[in-house]
């Protein structure tokens, strides 16, 4: 154990659950974040190993986010690392979509995460140890695609907030970064990673524990000049614009 602590959103499963693995094995203790308590979303928590502490809640009530951080430091004694890789990914042609995706959109990928660097920050400048955030936001951040347009605009508006909280933080020695992914194989988007194989210059998705590589970085002391960034990785997929819609 390094005596740091990590809180990870979404840590049942997909990138999520590869973030929580690695920031284990690299000796965090982990805050473990889910939607709810129920056995469909717990994920394989039993077979994760070392100091673990499930939180749960529904980020759709902003309520949530500063009961999961002040329940981490109460089971676990302070916290060092946050993740926010919860998220919604609402594909729906721009017409179809309603004011109740845009909201549920906003307030899962953007107010969530708001709210928990403003709850895990106060607790890292309270401790006067520096810290860091980091927010998964996706290639869609930075490139449009169809069927996308209030996804990629969460996705850009969470990245511009890590953007403006690195400025505000780093008197405090709290570092924010962005980790934004391509195209990566999880249950959840499997079908769609094979689809768009041909749209990636590599040639194939990507996986769970590279970007889970990347956060560990970001978290680690070796990047503590590092802040206010956006990390891509998505196999080059970038560098040419995805035709086609999402599904």
């Known amino acids: 154990m390094n005596g740091k602590v990590a809180l990870v959103t979404g840590a049942n499963t997909g990138i999520g659950l590869a973030i929580a693995t ?3 094995a690299d000796g965090f203790a982990l805050g473990y974040a889910t939607a709810g308590e129920t056995p469909e979303l717990e994920g394989p928590l039993d077979e994760l190993h070392g100091q673990i502490a499930w939180v749960y809640g529904d ?7 500063e009961q999961l ?3 981490v430091v109460a089971k676990l004694g302070r916290i060092d690392v946050l993740v926010n890789n919860a998220g919604l990914s609402t594909a ?3 017409f179809d979509l309603t004011a109740a995706d845009f909201d549920l959109t906003f307030d899962v990928d953007v107010r969530a995460s ?3 660097a403003q ?3 106060t607790r890292m400048r ?3 140890t520096g810290g860091s955030i980091v927010n998964i936001t996706s290639v869609h951040e930075h490139i449009p695609r169809p069927n996308l347009s209030i996804y990629a605009a969460a996705k850009a508006a969470l990245g511009m907030l890590s953007k403006g909280l690195a400025l505000e933080l780093a008197e405090f020695d709290i570092r924010v970064n962005s980790v934004a992914p391509g195209v990566i194989a999880t249950p959840r988007n499997e079908a769609d990673a094979e689809t768009l194989n041909p749209e990636v210059p590599l040639g194939r998705p990507g996986k769970p524990e ?3 590589a990347l956060v560990s970085f970001l978290c680690s002391d070796e990047a503590s000049y590092v802040t206010g960034s956006s990390y891509i990785i998505d196999g080059g997929m970038i560098q040419q614009v995805v035709k086609m819609p999402a599904g």
């Open 210 to 212: 590279e970007v889970a």
């Open 69 to 71: 951080v002040a329940e």
């Open 126 to 128: 309270d401790q006067g």
């Open 114 to 116: 708001f709210l928990l």
């Open 92 to 94: 729906k042609p721009f």
């Open 22 to 24: 690695r920031l284990l």
């Open 59 to 65: 980020l759709t009530d902003p309520k949530v986010p």
């Open 119 to 121: 709850a895990a920050a």
